[in-house]
């Protein structure tokens, strides 16, 4: 079964932006999507439910953390 997810790369993570929705099996595959589809150096990448939920995020040049 696949999940909605939404994709938003940010100027810092507290930022806000309109993102991009994609349907993975797992919040790993999307992390993967995330990741691959950066398109600027020094951005943050978040993760979040179609309700707007934080599930993970990723700050320049550090790990993917996860909010649940």
Same mark, same amino acid.
């Given at each position: 079964?696949? $999940?909605? @997810?939404?994709?938003? *790369? ?5 930022? *806000?932006r309109e993102g991009t929705r994609i349907e $993975? #099996?797992? %919040? ?7 990741? +691959? ?5 020094? $951005?943050? %990448?978040? +993760? *979040? $439910?179609?309700?707007?939920? /934080? %599930? #993970? @995020?990723? *700050? #320049?040049?550090?790990? /993917?953390?996860?909010c649940e």
């Amino acid at each position: 079964m696949k $999940t909605t @997810y939404i994709i938003k *790369e940010v100027q810092n993570i507290n930022s *806000e932006r309109e993102g991009t929705r994609i349907e $993975t #099996a797992s %919040l790993s595959q999307a992390k993967h999507i995330a990741s +691959i589809n950066q398109c600027f150096h020094g $951005t943050a %990448l978040r +993760i *979040e $439910t179609v309700d707007g939920l /934080w %599930l #993970a @995020y990723k *700050e #320049a040049g550090k790990r /993917w953390v996860d909010c649940e």
